[in-house]
């Protein structure tokens, strides 16, 4: 557990090399990466999405291909396309970009949903099928998507069922004055990303994931995060909670913060601090109201108010 917990830090020192006063987001990044679960970061262009995606993968020994989504791309751009042979005389399997163990899909609603829809099977299981023959996807595999917001033209909006395969949905948001000083400074010879290596090795992060499964979780923690997930299926604003998927994904990933905070044991304050990011994407949001808000926080924060933390009582 000691080592896991190192190996955790350095992989949050290294992306904090390079992503500068966003460490709350970066951790997320890394809870993600721990708990074997793929991640979507979406925020307006320039904010560093892309760079987020590509220091982390960089802070691992790992395979690691790049995937720019645009409107004529195929489902076989990404999984690969069995090609004729002459020499051979037979189809050979050429495997497609997805076949690596960390992918970067950058800009994934630029894609139309035919091609999303083609990440469904690899996200889910980690395989992908082509003409009929079923290819395994090295381990560790991890998708890091960029996306900017649905108003920006030209963007497909995700389908439900595979924003419910991501994880956890992440913003970096603008960064402050000091911040944003401190970038244009550091990058004025070269960007920070060219002098970062790698501070772990695949066998490091499947070690990672494998030890997180071993951190303790209270009946009462669990009890709070399934009385929360249940809470967004009769929330008034939200036409549609949140599976027990959402349940499972919040159980994992309160086990991961905890590693990261140096703890073998998960308290409620991992149950909210990772709350939005875990569920607001996977809740369909009623729209009565054109000011509602449409992406679930709103709803999810309420519910952090109202729902009872173990061991507390509620003020009236």
């Known amino acids: ?31 993600a990466l721990i708990s074997k679960g793929h991640l979507l970061i979406e925020d307006a262009p320039g904010v560093g999405k892309t760079m987020l995606a590509r220091s982390l993968a960089r802070s ?9 989504f645009t409107p004529d791309m195929l489902p076989g751009d990404i999984t690969g396309v069995s090609v004729y042979n002459q020499k051979i005389q037979d189809f050979e ?13 950058d800009e994934i609603n630029r894609a139309t949903p035919k091609v999303q829809s083609a990440l469904l099977e690899c996200m889910e ?33 995700l389908p439900e069922t595979q924003l419910d395969r991501f994880l956890m949905r992440i913003h970096l948001g603008y960064p402050s004055h000091s911040d944003e000083i401190a970038v244009v400074e550091q990058q004025q010879h070269t960007h920070p990303i ?32 399934v009385s929360l997930v249940a809470a967004t299926r009769d929330h008034p604003t939200i036409y ?15 086990q991961a913060r905890a590693l990261v905070h140096g703890r073998d044991y998960v308290l409620p304050d991992d149950v909210k601090a990772l709350a939005e990011a875990v569920l607001a994407h996977r809740l369909i949001v009623r729209l009565t109201d ?9 709803g999810i924060t309420e519910l952090l108010e109202t729902i009872p933390v173990p061991g507390t009582v509620l003020k009236e």
């Open 125 to 157: 299981e980690g395989r992908i099928t082509v003409d009929g023959v079923t290819h395994q996807i090295p381990s560790p595999f991890h998708v890091l998507a960029t996306q900017n917001p649905i108003e920006y033209e030209g963007t497909f909006p």
């Open 60 to 68: 691992l020994d790992c395979t690691f291909r790049r995937i720019q």
């Open 194 to 225: 060219e002098n970062i290596a790698p501070v772990a090795t695949g066998a490091d992060l499947l070690t990672l994931q494998t030890v997180v499964k071993d951190v303790y979780v209270d009946d009462l923690v669990k009890q709070y995060i």
């Open 240 to 254: 549609l909670g949140a599976s027990p998927r959402g349940s499972l994904a919040l159980f994992r990933t309160t």
């Open 290 to 298: 054109v000011s509602q808000d449409r992406t679930g926080r709103a």
């Open 1 to 31: 557990m000691v080592q896991a917990q190192k190996t955790a830090a350095k992989l949050l020192d290294n992306v904090q090399q390079v992503i500068i006063g966003k460490g709350e987001v970066v951790e997320l990044a890394v809870i």
């Open 93 to 105: 399997f050429r495997p497609g970009p997805i076949m690596a163990q960390m992918v970067l899909t």
